[in-house]
């Protein structure tokens, strides 16, 4: 009896494995979705460890009957499927899971793409089309005598109130964006009703009128705080500069409005840094020189001062804020060097051709006060975060691109137009090797720039006597080469010493290429230095007949290929060496196809007897050289 009790169970046991695994592959065929598919797993998983119990419980009597019962292999508990237990219920649940994000992707694009266009597009552009409906038909009415001048302006008070109220009503409904528009609405329509009824109307007094001004001003302000509104914020900012403009005066005050205008600036840069608000911090910053330039249109007799004082605070503000690092988005930074290029353009406007240099001033003012903002930034700040270092590289980059800008412009007002190539080559060296040794890039390519340009206009112009501005800008090229020669040199070299031997071995190729290119600046220097010596020995030999001047030449050339292979020699550079040797051929050459037609028998033959001992001075030596080494070797 207990014999046919354990194979009935047995025999249930392989029906219900069976079972299982058609529902299973039932499952991966239709692919349900990830819940389905999640909950039949889990279903799947705990019947498989009951029956793993069950077994387990079939294998006690199994065992304790051994002996009485033949031996007989039990059915195997799962059957011999091409699926794994993972691809059984892993599988289709994976799958389904993707098909499911990718359907709720798809559902929030559409839905982001829905909220776009029906809570931020609908709601601005609707709105001015209902307005210019209500305008047109309020004109028509006028025009048509229907309302009253009073009645209009009451009218357009109650109308922006109740668009203030629906606005505040719409936002605590959460429909924000219609809500703020609104609210915008409502400014406008106000600010207009204010001042149809003191500019048009004189039903209310100045006093009266700045007083409603001010009202409806704060009341945005304080709306657009309250619900964090860039709009709204960019719109009491119109308004606010807006506003002294809308005042009727007897007599015009620029002052007032200027001082004014100044407040409101300072005011709206703060809240808009505080806000992080780049729109508005733009609009605050540039709004300021439209009143400035409407205030001195309507008053040409303003005092110069005060819109200067003006322009200088605004740019304090902006410049405290730049080195408190309030703004560490690269817009902020960027609107330092347009507020810097803003305040150098209006000290020039104001103070052209006055008798204290106001202008060079600012400039020398300019250049020691970022100076200091580069040491500033570089020695005394501290910056963990590598994100804030790259920040920190932005501000000195802008502030060393002021520090050159004041030192070219300056170098132009002090110098005068006939040293400002000189004066511009100087300061582009300058700056190119400041961007070398303290690697950074902005500074290198202002650097680099500067000096090809104004290094052009002074090759452009070559000297006509031996003592004078030009030569002395020849000379400074000269001079320049191989400093900047050097200093890059050095930099390529600390560079690559300080990477690892693998990435020294990675970037062997780069390393060598830019060695190649910072090598052609001897290369310059050579051939520049070949054409100052002929240019400055011409002239030195220009009174002299025509054999002698050809030997002169002939003889500076001569020495010039001596000193390149004395200074191979010495230093032991190949190439300097070769470069001699191929001067010397280059002398050669010269003699026999310029200057023998034109010179005497006598001076043909000291010159080919002094190239020739030459010739073979230099062979012995470089030979002799050569054949020490060798031995040493």
Same mark, same amino acid.
């Given at each position: 009896m207990e014999q046919d009790n354990w194979q009935d169970?047995?025999?249930?046991?392989?029906?219900?494995?069976?079972?299982?695994?058609?529902?299973?592959?039932?499952?991966r065929e239709k692919q349900i979705d990830y819940k389905s598919a999640s909950s039949v797993a889990t279903t799947d998983l705990s019947t498989s460890g009951v029956l793993e119990q069950q077994s387990e419980q079939l294998k006690q009597p199994q065992s304790s009957q051994s002996q009485q019962l033949p031996h007989r292999k039990p059915p195997p508990l799962v059957s011999d499927t091409p699926y794994s237990s993972a691809q059984k219920y892993e599988l289709p649940i994976f799958e389904s899971a993707k098909k499911t994000e990718t359907m709720k992707s798809n559902l929030e694009e559409n839905k982001s793409l829905e909220h776009?266009?029906?809570?931020?597009?609908?709601?601005?552009?609707?709105?001015?089309?209902?307005?210019?409906?209500? #305008?047109?038909?309020?004109?028509?009415?006028?025009?048509?005598?229907?309302?009253?001048?009073?009645?209009?302006?009451? %009218?357009?008070?109650?109308?922006?109130?109740?668009?203030?109220?629906?606005?505040?009503?719409?936002?605590?409904?959460?429909?924000?964006?219609?809500?703020?528009?609104?609210?915008?609405?409502?400014?406008?329509?106000?600010?207009?009703?204010?001042?149809?009824?003191?500019?048009?109307?004189?039903?209310?007094?100045?006093?009266?009128?700045?007083? %409603?001004?001010?009202?409806?001003?704060?009341?945005? $302000?304080?709306?657009?705080?309250?619900?964090?509104?860039?709009?709204?914020?960019?719109?009491?900012?119109?308004?606010?500069?807006?506003?002294?403009? #809308?005042?009727?005066?007897?007599?015009?005050?620029g002052f007032i409005i200027i001082f004014y205008s100044l407040l409101f600036s300072i005011l709206m840069l703060l809240v808009s840094a505080h806000f992080q608000y780049k729109v508005a911090y733009w609009f605050a910053f540039g709004m300021l020189y439209f009143s400035l330039m409407m205030t001195l249109l309507f008053d040409n007799t303003s005092n110069h001062t005060i819109v200067f004082v003006t322009v200088i605070a605004q740019h304090i503000v902006l410049l405290i804020?730049?080195?408190?690092?309030?703004?560490?988005?690269?817009?902020?930074?960027?609107?330092?060097?347009?507020?810097?290029?803003?305040?150098?353009?209006?000290?020039?406007? /104001?103070?052209?051709?006055h008798a204290h240099d106001v202008y060079a001033y600012v400039l020398l003012a300019g250049l020691i006060i970022y100076s200091g903002v580069i040491l500033y930034f570089t020695k005394f700040v501290a910056i963990a975060n590598v994100e804030d270092k790259v920040q920190?590289?932005?501000?000195?980059?802008?502030?060393?691109?002021?520090?050159?800008?004041?030192?070219?412009? %300056?170098?132009?007002?002090?110098?005068?137009?006939?040293?400002?190539? $000189?004066? /511009?080559?100087?300061?582009?060296?300058?700056?190119?090797?400041?961007?070398?040794?303290?690697?950074?890039?902005?500074?290198?390519?202002?650097g680099i720039v500067i000096t090809l340009l104004s290094g052009l206009a002074i090759v452009g112009d070559p000297p006509l006597m031996v003592f004078s501005r030009e030569t002395l800008g020849w000379l400074f090229i000269l001079l320049a080469t191989p400093v900047i020669y050097i200093v890059w040199k050095q930099a390529i070299a600390s560079k690559y010493a300080a990477l690892s031997d693998t990435e020294q071995l990675a970037t062997s190729s780069h390393f060598q290429e830019s060695n190649r290119l910072v090598s052609f600046l001897i290369w310059f220097e050579a051939l520049f230095g070949l054409v100052f010596l002929t240019v400055i020995v011409s002239l030195l030999s220009e009174r002299l007949n025509q054999d002698t001047q050809h030997f002169i030449v002939s003889g500076a050339w001569l020495i010039y290929g001596l000193g390149s292979i004395a200074i191979g020699m010495i230093f032991k550079q190949a190439k300097a060496r070769l470069a001699g040797m191929f001067f010397l051929f280059v002398v050669l050459m010269k003699v026999i196809i310029v200057d023998l037609p034109d010179l005497s028998l006598a001076i043909r033959a000291i010159m080919f007897i002094v190239l020739g001992a030459v010739g073979i001075i230099v062979s012995r030596l470089l030979y002799a050289g050569n054949d020490g080494g060798a031995k040493s070797e």
């Open positions: 169970r047995v025999s249930q046991l392989e029906k219900r494995i069976l079972s299982l695994e058609r529902e299973v592959t039932e499952l776009l266009l029906a809570r931020v597009w609908l709601p601005r552009v609707f709105i001015i089309v209902l307005l210019l409906g209500v #305008l047109w038909g309020f004109l028509a009415i006028v025009a048509n005598g229907y309302l009253s001048e009073e009645v209009r302006c009451i %009218l357009g008070i109650l109308l922006g109130i109740g668009m203030y109220f629906s606005g505040v009503h719409q936002i605590k409904k959460q429909r924000s964006g219609i809500g703020k528009v609104l609210l915008g609405g409502s400014h406008g329509v106000l600010l207009l009703s204010v001042s149809a009824a003191h500019l048009l109307y004189g039903f209310i007094s100045s006093p009266i009128a700045i007083s %409603l001004y001010l009202i409806v001003l704060g009341l945005i $302000l304080f709306s657009s705080i309250k619900w964090r509104s860039q709009t709204l914020v960019v719109i009491a900012i119109l308004s606010g500069y807006l506003m002294p403009f #809308l005042v009727e005066q007897v007599t015009f005050n804020q730049y080195i408190i690092r309030k703004q560490l988005d690269s817009n902020y930074q960027l609107l330092q060097f347009l507020s810097f290029i803003k305040l150098v353009g209006w000290t020039y406007v /104001l103070y052209y051709g920190q590289r932005n501000w000195i980059d802008i502030s060393v691109v002021i520090v050159t800008l004041a030192a070219v412009l %300056l170098g132009f007002r002090w110098g005068g137009v006939e040293y400002a190539n $000189l004066i /511009l080559f100087v300061e582009g060296v300058l700056a190119l090797v400041i961007g070398i040794r303290l690697k950074y890039g902005l500074q290198k390519f202002l």
